[in-house]
């Protein structure tokens, strides 16, 4: 089993401090993910908070290590795209705000010790459709399996399969258009 599974299970027995351990292991994960469909660090983070206050207290019982990881990336998407619902206004983004976010997003990358073609292939990932990026990331990036993916995203896993696809196709364009060779990444 790995150690974020064995500590939510230590969490489910009564052990509290448990959770700090799941905090430390998904929090960045977490944090690129929700910021993928907010672009806004600062809401990114209370999304990813929610998520974290949503899983202790519902306590599914979950049996390995990619539900869990499942579990928490279908709150955060599911908070994500509520958020965005709410949101009725649009302010419009001044550049030292724009700064301040791109050098959050460095120093949460950093973290997560990225190297420069993991970076490279982020950021065109953020070129994508929401859902292609969403799909991609899951699977590649989080490792999660395609019947996984297809419970996060709420999809059949032919749909899964099939869109992952597309995804690869256009991120694959967006790379060499950029000059980036595919096995450099």
């Not at 672009?39 to 949503?54: C, F, G, R, Y």
């Not at 290590?65 to 279908?74: D, R, S, T």
């Not at 896993?157 to 694959?172: D, F, G, H, N, W």
């Amino acid at each position: 089993m790995e150690k974020g599974i064995e500590s939510y299970l230590r969490f489910l027995k009564g052990e509290q401090s448990e959770f700090k351990v799941i905090i430390e292991l998904y929090w960045d994960s977490m944090l690129l993910f929700t910021n993928s469909y907010l672009h806004n660090l600062s809401d990114a983070e209370d999304i990813a908070q929610e998520a974290l206050v949503k899983l202790s207290i519902k306590r599914p019982r979950l049996g390995h290590e990619n539900q869990l990881k499942a579990y928490l990336f279908k709150i955060c998407r599911n908070l994500a795209i509520n958020y965005l619902k709410k949101q009725k206004r649009n302010i419009p983004m001044t550049q030292e705000l724009s700064e301040t976010i791109e050098d959050d997003m460095q120093e949460v990358t950093s973290r997560m010790e990225l190297n420069e073609s993991r970076i490279q292939l982020h950021r065109a990932m953020q070129k994508l459709k929401t859902e292609y990026r969403d799909i991609l990331y899951l699977r590649y990036f989080e490792q999660l399996n395609t019947k996984e993916c297809a419970k996060v995203m709420r999809c059949s896993e032919k749909q899964i399969t099939a869109v992952s696809y597309q995804a690869r196709q256009q991120l694959r364009k967006i790379l060499e258009k950029e000059g980036f060779s595919i096995e450099n990444i």
